[in-house]
């Protein structure tokens, strides 16, 4: 496999960083800060009280939030993200039943280069409805999203609500099932990953990263299924679906005889089995498959990682 470091990329997510409970507060567990030393220096000063700042606001309202500008907000590393050029965040909480794991944050600039779109939804009234997203440059697309609405198994939303799993979508421009084609075309959007992100209370949620070719929010993204009903009674995962800008479609099927596996601690997706948390590597291309960096985040069903989704620029 050609390890060699590809060119670098203008990517849609500048930062990548994930926050574990320590006692009453969150501690910074690690992060991709993509060269933004200052940032990182000023992250790596703080932590947050449950309810404080981004991270703690997504563990107190055990929810994913997008939080488009940071001017004014509950925001702590204002100062820093302005002169870094960071201007809205995501945070995805990790949670396994009451328990929280991990919160995971990605951030991004604003400027008229950027495509692409990270989207919360959540159930209302038995639709998924858009609860908020980052669009970059993609405006029209945005106004489409925010009104659109989806049933049970329509669309990437509906269908991981439905399906309680990650989905993949490709050809996002061309596709029959996503239901947003025509407009997603003209924003240059090719590839969508959409996952179920389980909170404690009832409330369904389901988050979609959307990546265009040319501010791609990945390369390669992959989803990977550790139910005991797919692996057996092992803690492992198994390789079931995805896609590389390099080596095309990834995915095992029901009839492969010798699928892609791995067992607690073997590589990046190993430590995931192993630790429960998310994996954020970077600087190391021999073990993110020849590409820049990667994020592996956990989804949990019944007391147990379910599926692990990763991502790859």
């Known amino acids: 496999m050609d390890t060699v470091l590809d060119a670098p990329v203008k990517t849609f997510l500048q930062v990548t960083e994930f926050w574990v409970p320590e006692g009453d507060r969150l501690v910074l567990a690690t992060g991709n800060y993509g060269g933004l030393s200052a940032f990182e220096d000023a992250t790596r000063a703080i932590s947050f009280a449950k309810g404080e700042g981004l991270p703690g606001k997504a563990w107190a309202e055990q929810r994913p939030i997008v939080l488009k500008g940071f001017d004014g907000s509950y925001f702590k590393r204002t100062e820093a993200a302005a002169e870094a050029g960071l201007t809205s965040a995501v945070a995805i909480p990790v949670f396994d039943g009451d328990a929280l794991k991990a919160v995971l944050v990605v951030l991004c600039g604003d400027d008229d280069a950027r495509i692409g779109a990270i989207e919360v939804w959540s159930e209302l009234d038995g639709l998924m409805m858009l609860d908020d997203g980052y669009y970059g440059a993609a405006k029209h697309f945005e106004w489409v999203s925010q009104h659109t609405h989806f049933p049970r198994g329509q669309g990437l939303p509906g269908g991981v609500w439905s399906a309680s799993t990650p989905m993949l979508f490709r050809e996002l421009g061309s596709g029959y099932r996503f239901i947003r084609a025509d407009s997603a075309g003209k924003a240059g959007l090719t590839t969508g990953l959409g996952l179920p992100i389980p909170v404690p209370h009832d409330r369904q949620f389901v988050l979609t990263l959307l ?48 699928p892609r596996r791995v067992t607690a601690n073997q590589g990046n997706i190993g430590k995931v089995l192993a630790s429960g948390l998310p994996v954020i590597v970077s600087g190391a291309p021999t073990l993110t498959e020849g590409y820049g960096s990667m994020v592996a985040l956990p989804i949990y069903q019944h007391g147990a990682i379910a599926h692990i989704v990763s991502w790859y620029v």
């Open 211 to 258: 990546s265009a070719r040319g501010t791609p929010i990945a390369r390669r993204f992959e989803i990977w299924d550790a139910r005991p009903e797919k692996v057996g009674h092992e803690i492992a995962a198994i390789l079931t679906d995805g896609i590389c800008e390099r080596d095309g479609p990834l995915w095992t099927d029901d009839n492969d005889t010798s």
